[in-house]
């Protein structure tokens, strides 16, 4: 209805989602990538994964399924999972 | 490249758990909150440390545990978890 909902850009989406990666304890922020994986590059383990998954999700007002959140142990599939939520914000 | 191997049955009711405490100390106000997360968080981080993985049936004893943790949490009357707390 009103111009304002436009979609987020993608190129804010990535920005958003490093930002959340390079705020947990854990993650060393110089090593925060769009294409980092989470366990390989960023030495979190699922516990940590779990934390970013629901950190990325407060961070877009979302809740993402546990069946789907299970999936995301990328960067890379983060930012497209957000990317393609049209509810993301 | 193989990413990481596929979860479990019993890993991904592990994390579907530790995904319920956050989500429902997300309710509660942000200093409760913090308190829920660090003592759930050292709680899961101290199990995944010390529970042989094998061993199913302690495993799935806790799951059940930690269920019935979450669904007094998530009365809203419940602020914390001082009475959840599990003595060694």
Known sequence: MSSHDAHLTREEVVDRVLDVLKSHPKVDPSK?????????????DS????????AIEEEFKLEIPDKEADKIDSLPLAIEYVANHPMAG | MASRPKLSGIQKQVL???RGFLRTARLKDPEER??????????FR???RNVDRRNFVYIEYLLRRGKRQLEQLKNPDITGLATLEVKK
């Open chain 2, 46 to 48: 101290d199990n995944a």
């Open chain 2, 34 to 43: 913090h308190r829920i997360e660090s003592v759930v968080s050292a709680e």
């Open chain 1, 32 to 44: 925060v990538t769009p294409e980092a994986h989470f366990e390989k590059d960023l030495g979190l």
């Open chain 1, 47 to 54: 516990l940590d994964t779990v934390e970013v998954v629901m």
């Open chain 2, 16 to 18: 579907a758990l530790y």
